[in-house]
Structure formats: C-alpha cells, structure tokens
C-alpha cells in the first residue's frame, strides 16, 4: 500500500467531517499563529531598539547619575570633560536637563518633554532639521527664550498655523519664541511633544535646578571608546572627590553596553511570550492526540476488517499517523498564514521594522507536523494492536 | 490442501478453562463445497477464526496449502489472510464510506497489486457477482443482498484458496439466502474450495460435504445425499455415544 494512497484516503476521512476536522486542528492553528506573531513581534522591537540606539552613534557615552533622578553632575562636569587636558580620546561633549513642564499655544494647552541641551547636542543626536535653525551657544549664554520643537508638536498644538517660525508658545507660564523645527525622533512608534530649550535656559528660567540630567560624550572613534570611558570617568572622580571607583555617583555606560542590556531585556521577553505559546501548542497537540484516540475507537470496526482483509500493522500505523499528521500540518499550515497576516498588521500600526523569516515558518511548519506524529503515534499504535476478531465484533 | 490434526483451543479466563475445540481432525480438498454445522457454543466460530489465520490454535495442527501456520505473529497471519482466505462475514463487514469498487479493491491495496490491475480484477469480481452496475455505489444503497454480493466479489478478487463464508445468509431473507447459496454453488463448480459455516440446516444441505461439532469436537462428517456416495468419515465410537447422549437430553 502506498503512502499516496493513504495521504488520498486521509484527505477523505478528514473532509468528510469538516467541523470536527476544523475543530480539531484549531489548537494548532491558534499556537502555530500565536508563536509566529509573538516571535515576529518581538524580533521586530529587538530590531527597533536597536537600530535606535545604534542611530545615536557608536561612539557615544552616556554619563548619568547613579540613581534616577540624581542630583549629582553639573553643567561644570561637562564643561571639565571638554576642556581637560589629560582627555584626548574625545571629540565633543553635551550636557542636558529633561523634565516635563505644561505647554500652552492659542487654546491648545498639554503637557510636553522640555530638554534643556547645551551646545553639540543636535549634531550628536543626529537630529534633522525641518525649518528654521538650531539653538546656538549664543542662546544658551543668554539663557535666551528660544525653543525648537519637533513634528509632534506642530502636529498637536498647531495645525492650522502657516509659518511656525516666531510664533509664541507659553512653556510653565514663560513665553517662548518658535526657532526651529525637528524631525520626530521616534520611540517604538509613539512620539511625544519635544521642545528642546538652552540649558541655562531650563535651569535657571524654567526648573530653578543646578545639575544636569545626562552628559553625552562622543568619543573620537569606535576603538577609544574604553580609554574615553576611562579617562572621563577618572576626571569625574576627581572633580567629585571620589577615590574608590565603587563609591562613583556617576555611570558611564556606551552604546554598546546599553544595546546589550536592551537585547537581553526584549530576548527574555520574547522567550517568555513564546514560551507561552508553546505551551498552547502542547494543549493543541493533547487535543489532536484525544481526537485521534475517538477516531480509532469509532473506528475500530474498519481496523478490524482492514486487518481480516491482510492489513499489517504498518500499514494501520501509517493510516492513523497520516491522518493526525495531516490534521496538524494544516492546521500548521492556517496557522503560519494566521500568524504572518497579523504580525503584519501589528508591525504596521507599531511602525516596527518587519523581520518574518523563511526560518521560521519552515520552524514552524516542521513542529506541527512533529506534533503530529508525537501526539498521532500513540493512537495509532493503538489502532494497529486491537486484535480483528474484537475488532470485528465492535459495534 | 486444508488438513487440521489434533486442533484445539482452550481459552483462559482468570480460573476458568473453556475447551472451544478439543483435538479436531479433519481434512479438505481442493475443489469441495464444505458447510461446518452445529449448535452454537459447538467451536464453529473458533474453528473459522483459526481456519481463517484470524486466530491460532492453542495446540495441534492446520496445514493451509503446505503452511504450516502456527505460531505465527500478526503480519504473517496478516499476509495469509490477505492471500488465501477469502472472507465472507455475516454482517458483510463493507467499509460503509466507501463505494463498491473500493471495497472491492481493498484486499488488493494491501497486497500492494497495482491500480491498474486493481481495478481490472474487481471488474471481473463485481461481474462474476453480477453487480457491475452498481460499482459508485455505497452500503448503504445497496440491499442485504447486495452486500453479500460486493462482499464475495471482495473475497474472490484475490483469488484466495478457500472461500471463508461466516453464517453468509444469517441476515439475509430466503430468496436473497438462496441467490447467495446458489453463487456459492457457482463458484464452487468453477473449481472454488468453499467453507460455510452455518447453523442452518438447508443452507448446509447445499453443500457436498457437511461437519457437524457438539462441544469442540466432530460429531459427525458426511457427504450430502445429493452425492449419492454417502458416507460417513472419522467418527469415533466414543463421539457417536456422547451425540446419541445429548440428542436424548434435548428430546
């Protein structure tokens, strides 16, 4: 008996019962197309990530406090790490101040990221203007009342509005003159109101504070980037009279080390999730493997007169594990398409990067027929044991 | 070509020992038309199942064209029954979703016979049953009769030894019984070696030699008178006392 035979005879047993068929294979289709989704999904904002931060350029540190919300690095650390003789591993320095204040223009009022930023902060960051010019050192002298924004904002607060330049908008009550607008800089698809402020600017006019949220350093090439690391993080110690290297107030953290942190963050989050879709694809495969067991009982009178008629138990094996294997390869089969369709549409509305391997569908496609056979053996096995003349009797 | 010596079955179930045959002995040729006959609980349905490599004896002998078959596994017993039994059941045992022709073709699907040849060889099955018409039918729109036919097609498309018929007609009105008998006497003259097995008297009186067993033993094994040359083979004086013994307690 061929095994083209069989696979024709499957497709008959199975579409003779369509619901129970669909019914069936239904756990399948639900795991297969969870997995791929989560796994796509997560793949995608690993890919996001990653490409973000790459985007800030590989040479920059990123000098922070140790705790969230410190106090401890000043605008006069940045300037030390520029002018320091005894650091000639760096190319530009930047320090910022970021907080959110209450944003108001004509009607429009909300809440927005103001970040105050010393001079550099635009070429480092990679920001593009739209119209109008970049904040100057000039501004930040003069603690002047300019601000750029960003596309969010002129998308939010002000729509109607022709010419954006020399407009004035009230930032925690202080009027503000529009110089400047940025490309968006997105996170994970959603962007915020960005207004971007001189330093002196946020700290004396708009937040009354002394210190600085981060410090950016661009080192002068990928390979100095731990030399920088080193040389700054010494001066800071010494400008902050700290001996020991673990008492430090300060992180200094590259590019890389973030990146690396990021990864392994959404790569846990990504297991998990489809771990748990795994575990819907085990439930699909018990299911598959009771049906399979109903089948064989139903149909104990057929195996007992296939097997007076000369059927061997292989080819009662072959049968049954064709028909379990079958039912989960299409329903594998659904369940990639299932997948694929709606990761596509969830990449799309998060704007994530979409990254469906060939990898894995053929992964995918391989376990559910594995599936099959896993859960489809037992009850086939089964089938070819009964003994014809029970068999026979059955009724 | 079929030769039985000291055949027996003993079932076990926990203490209980139940003879189904005890030391039966027999033999058929080529070519006879045999019905086995007896109460039941007399070991016609273990001897059919053993005769049918359904089943194996418990101890002695069953010789089937020169094979020996005993101690046989299932895919052995499988291949014998495949090539040289061919089953007719009482309740026809057609798969119900399938059409004619395919039950017809079954055996022959295990025997691995190509389709081609297939569908030739249960055309001629089907004809020499006179059902050709009806090959995309399903069981179900065919009548009991009807059945029996697809079933004995089935059985001779493999061409097999023997024709293996369980109580053919036990679910069949007289005029179909008859049309089934009367194929049976068909095949038979042809040169088919024919084994009924039935409690039926007149069914058995259309065979030429007819078996008769009380308790798992022959009681009697004779040659019909249609035959003329009556004559009564391997009775023991031990068994024709203990039938005259029962025949008493029943009257």
Redesign the interface.
């Known amino acids: 008996m061929k095994t083209i035979e069989l696979l024709q005879e499957s497709v008959e047993v199975l579409t003779t019962n369509k619901l129970r068929t669909a019914l069936s294979a239904l756990g399948i289709i639900i795991g297969i197309g969870s997995v791929i989704t989560l796994m796509t999904l997560g793949q995608a904002s690993q890919q996001s990530v990653t490409d973000r931060i790459q985007s800030l350029g590989a040479n920059l540190l990123t000098i922070s406090p140790s705790k969230r919300g410190g106090t401890t690095l000043t605008y006069k650390d940045a300037t030390a790490i520029a002018d320091s003789q005894r650091i000639n591993t760096i190319d530009k320095v930047s320090a910022t101040y970021t907080a959110d204040a209450n944003v108001s223009y004509g009607a429009v009022s909300d809440s927005a990221q103001i970040t105050g930023i010393s001079e550099n902060f635009f070429i480092m960051r990679n920001v593009e203007l739209v119209e109008g010019r970049f904040l100057s050192e000039q501004d930040d002298l003069l603690s002047s009342k300019s601000v750029v924004v960003n596309s969010t904002f002129i998308t939010n607060f002000m729509p109607d509005t022709r010419n954006h330049l020399g407009e004035e908008i009230r930032v925690n009550g202080t009027t503000f003159i529009v110089v400047g607008v940025t490309k968006d800089v997105s996170s994970f698809g959603r962007t915020e109101n960005s207004l971007y402020v001189p330093l002196s600017t946020a700290q004396n006019v708009l937040f009354g504070v002394k210190y600085v949220s981060t410090i950016y350093v661009d080192a002068l090439n990928e390979s100095v980037m731990e030399d920088a690391q080193n040389q700054v993080g010494f001066l800071l110690m010494e400008q902050h009279g700290i001996k020991d290297p673990l008492d430090a107030d300060f992180t200094i953290s590259s590019q890389a080390d973030i990146l690396q942190t990021v990864s392994q963050v959404t790569q846990t989050f990504t297991t998990l999730l489809t771990g748990i879709a795994a575990i819907s694809l085990v439930v699909g495969g018990i299911g598959i493997m009771n049906i399979m067991l109903v089948t064989v009982t139903e149909r104990t009178r057929e195996i007992g007169i296939r097997k007076a008629l000369g059927a061997k138990r292989k080819a009662i094996i072959l049968q049954f594990l064709i028909e379990a294997i079958l039912l989960t390869f299409t329903g594998g089969l659904i369940g990639v398409i299932l997948g694929v369709g709606l990761s596509t549409i969830l990449t799309n509305a998060f704007s994530l990067p979409s990254t469906i391997s060939l990898v894995s569908i053929v992964l995918a496609v391989s376990v559910s027929i594995g599936i099959g056979i896993i859960f489809g053996i037992y009850p086939a096995q089964k089938a070819a044991k009964l003994n014809p003349i029970d068999a026979l009797r059955y009724e | 070509m079929i030769e039985v010596n000291n055949l027996s079955k003993i079932y076990l179930s926990g203490e209980i020992k139940t003879t189904a045959l005890d030391k039966v002995n027999f033999k058929i040729a080529k070519g006879e038309f045999v019905a086995i006959v007896g109460p039941s609980g007399s070991g016609k349905s273990t001897l059919m ?1 053993i005769l ?1 490599a ?2 194996v004896a418990t101890s002695g002998e069953y010789v089937l064209n020169g094979t020996g078959i005993e101690d046989m596994d ?2 052995r017993l ?2 014998i ?3 040289e039994i061919g ?1 007719i ?1 009482q309740s026809y ?3 119900p ?1 399938s059409s004619t022709l395919k039950n017809v073709m ?2 022959m ?4 016979i190509d389709k081609k040849e297939r569908l030739a060889r249960a055309m001629d099955a089907l004809k020499s049953v006179g059902l050709e018409d009806k090959i995309r039918n399903t069981p179900v729109q065919l009548s009991g009769g009807q059945k029996q036919r697809v079933a004995i097609a ?1 059985a001779l498309s ?1 061409s097999p030894s023997i024709l293996l018929a369980d109580e053919p007609t036990g679910n069949l009105p007289t005029g179909q019984s008859q049309e089934i008998m009367d194929i049976f006497q068909k095949l038979n003259n042809k040169g088919h070696t024919v084994l009924v097995i039935t409690h039926e008297d007149d069914i058995a009186a259309r065979a030429k030699r007819v078996i008769t067993l009380v308790d798992g033993k022959i009681f009697s094994d004779k040659l019909t008178k249609k035959d003329k040359k009556t004559k009564f083979k391997n009775i023991s004086a031990e068994n024709k006392i203990k039938a005259n013994k029962i025949k008493k307690k029943r009257k």
């Open positions: 199942h049918g359904l089943d299932d895919d499988a291949e029954r495949n090539k089953f059941f045992n057609l798969l979703r079954l055996p699907m295990y025997a691995g089935r493999m």
